[in-house]
């Protein structure tokens, strides 16, 4: 199993940036498919963006455009870089490992928390 940590959230203006890290430990990180979901208060969890092992990405059409997902295997990590934010991407931000695109979840970091104020 993969054991998920991540960092970087925070406090932004509407149109700024900021870049979140997930830290991977455990079990062959460069195979899983990795991605994003994220939470508002009151709201259903939504994918914001995954990536395949090989580098494809998706992204939610709300994202896309100002949010890139990528992964450097070598450092077991996968980043969201977040530009041009708007008080809207305000929620807890998790990233998840699975086996395979279909497979179910294996892992969960614990959140992170993203406010963009207006």
């Known amino acids: 199993q993969v054991q998920l940590v991540e960092s970087g959230g925070g406090l932004v203006q509407a149109g700024g940036s900021l870049r979140l890290s997930c830290a991977a430990s455990g079990s062959i990180f460069r195979g899983y498919f990795m991605g994003w979901y994220r939470q508002a208060p009151g709201k259903q969890r939504e994918l914001v963006a995954d990536?395949?092992?090989?580098?494809?990405?998706n992204y939610a059409d709300s994202v896309k455009g100002r949010f890139t997902i990528s992964r450097d295997n070598a450092k077991n990590t996968v980043f969201l870089q977040m530009n041009s934010l708007k008080p809207e991407d305000t929620a807890v931000y998790y990233c998840?490992?699975?086996?395979?695109?279909?497979?179910?979840?294996?892992?969960w970091g614990q959140g992170t928390q993203v406010t963009v104020s207006s």
């Open positions: 998840f490992a699975k086996r395979t695109p279909f497979a179910g979840f294996d892992s």
């Open positions: 990536i395949t092992s090989t580098g494809d990405t």
